[in-house]
C-alpha cells in the first residue's frame, strides 16, 4: 500500500510553468506504475500523464503532450510532473495515482489503486 500527497499547484498566468509532485508519504512508489490526472470543475476527470515504474514508458494525451513532461525519481519516493506553457484550460485540480500493473501507463482511471488528495492549479489569462 503507498499514500501519495500532491504538491506544487498554485496560480500562474498563461504561458507559464509550473512542476507539481507526488510523493509517498507512506510506502514506496518504486513498484507502482503512477498516472496524473485532473478534473475541472463540471467536467469529468481527464487523463493527463503516466510512467511505468522504471521510466521506460511514458503517455500523454494530445491536449498535453509536448507541453508537460512525466518524470520520476525512485531513490526520492517522487514523481514530477512539469507543466510548461499553460493555458487557462489546464485549470484544474490534479491528481495523481499509483497502479499495482508497474509496467503499465494507463489513461483509464479504474486501473489505478491509491489516490491523492490533489493540488489545485489555475491559470489566469
Known amino acids: 500500500q503507498v499514500q501519495l500527497v500532491e504538491s506544487g499547484g498554485g496560480l500562474v498566468q498563461a504561458g507559464g510553468s509550473l512542476r507539481l509532485s507526488c510523493a509517498a508519504s507512506?510506502?514506496?512508489?518504486?513498484?507502482?506504475?503512477i498516472g496524473w490526472f485532473r478534473r475541472a470543475p463540471g467536467k469529468e476527470r481527464e487523463f493527463v500523464a503516466a510512467i511505468n515504474w522504471n521510466a521506460g514508458r511514458s503517455n500523454y494525451p494530445d491536449s498535453v503532450k509536448g507541453r508537460f513532461t512525466i518524470s520520476r525519481d525512485n531513490a526520492k519516493n517522487t514523481v514530477y510532473l512539469q507543466m510548461n506553457n499553460l493555458k487557462p484550460e489546464d485549470t484544474a485540480v490534479y491528481y495523481c495515482?499509483?497502479?499495482?500493473?508497474?509496467?503499465?501507463?494507463?489513461?483509464?482511471?479504474?486501473?489505478?489503486?491509491?489516490w491523492g488528495q490533489g493540488t489545485q492549479v489555475t491559470v489566469s489569462s
Open positions: 507512506r510506502g514506496t512508489i518504486s513498484w507502482y506504475a
Open positions: 495515482a499509483a497502479s499495482s500493473a508497474y509496467g503499465s501507463v494507463s489513461n483509464e482511471s479504474p486501473n489505478y489503486d491509491y
